[in-house]
């Protein structure tokens, strides 16, 4: 028999006076009852109560016993009720991986906002280009661009974004304009490495397909803001997210090239590890992203 039955019971009769009153209170029999009474008491191996047609009597056990019951069953209906808030109230410590770059410019600034909306939750942020295990590290979201995601994460596009490639007016002005991806070869490409090693493919689509172009230039850097800064002062192409260059593409700074074969699905999303109840502290933080950037003009504001 469930212990917490018995315990409930237990205070249930002595709120009510008898076995009678309890078990209508339950929608149970007073003999149904009365065997949660016996199974406690045997359990603990000492009378709690005495027992008669008219009277109910606690012992001084049941009376010790009594208020440790009260004690328990408050503070579970305080860790029920609180559970059951945070479903609808955000509160706690959200711990969210994101893209340095992307974070810097994307995330982090909006969190003042959404922590002045929501006082009782605590956000850490990791700005970090590695790809993190968020279940084993202990983070509650993780911001993707692009990828695969793992079957036990769910995944929720907060905004579209493309792969492109881009470069100053002057640049082109001087090299050409590259019609197809061929063109990239006799082009200066500025190129992201990574731990030391040339990371020297720029992904494309080419007649339905992916397909993946080598690339030379005179400059590399495992910075993209680096690289996004030397597109902008004439030094080469670069294969740089819409998110990172939309206001210069606006202003006309950068130029895209190539957009026929530009990747059409490179999406941001929010990662989290599948749960029957999503915390929400994470609920929400989604939902405010979502909700920023679909804001008209967005993506052409917040880039300088």
């Not at 006076?17 to 149970?28: F, T, W």
């Not at 909306?117 to 911001?143: C, H, K, M, W």
């Amino acid at each position: 028999m469930d212990k917490l039955k018995q315990i409930e019971a237990f205070v249930l009769v002595v709120d009510k006076g008898s076995l009678a009153a309890a078990a209508l209170e339950e929608d149970v029999t007073p003999v149904m009852m009365g065997r949660r009474i016996d199974a406690l008491e045997k359990r603990l191996g000492t009378k709690l109560m005495h027992r008669t047609t008219r009277h109910l009597t606690l012992t001084e056990q049941g009376s010790v016993f009594l208020d440790h019951c009260r004690k328990l069953l408050e503070q579970m209906e305080t860790a029920e009720k609180s559970i059951s808030e945070g479903r609808h109230k955000a509160t706690g410590h959200l711990v969210v991986s994101t893209p340095a770059a992307y974070g810097r410019l994307h995330v982090a600034p909006h969190a003042p906002a959404f922590l002045a909306a929501n006082p009782e939750v605590q956000i850490s942020f990791n700005l970090t280009d590695r790809v993190v295990d968020l279940v084993r590290e202990g983070y509650d979201l993780g911001i993707r661009i692009g990828g695969s995601i793992e079957p036990s994460f769910v995944a929720v596009r907060l905004a579209s974004n493309r792969r492109v490639v881009c470069a100053a007016p002057e640049y082109l002005h001087r090299k050409g304009m590259p019609k197809t991806l061929d063109d990239l070869a006799r082009h200066n490409c500025l190129a992201f490495n990574l731990q030391g090693g040339q990371q020297r493919g720029w992904y494309f689509q080419q007649n339905g397909k992916p397909v993946i172009i080598k690339v030379q230039g005179n400059l590399d850097c495992n910075d993209g803001e680096l690289l996004h800064r030397w597109a902008g002062e004439g030094l080469g192409l670069a294969w740089r997210s819409t998110w990172e260059i939309q206001s210069q593409l606006a202003s006309g700074e950068l130029i895209t090239v190539l957009d026929d074969y530009a990747l059409p699905h490179y999406d941001i999303m929010a990662v989290y590890p599948q749960q029957r109840h999503l915390p929400a502290k994470t609920r929400f933080f989604i939902d405010y992203l979502k909700e920023v950037y679909a804001r008209p003009d967005y993506w052409r504001g917040t880039v300088k």
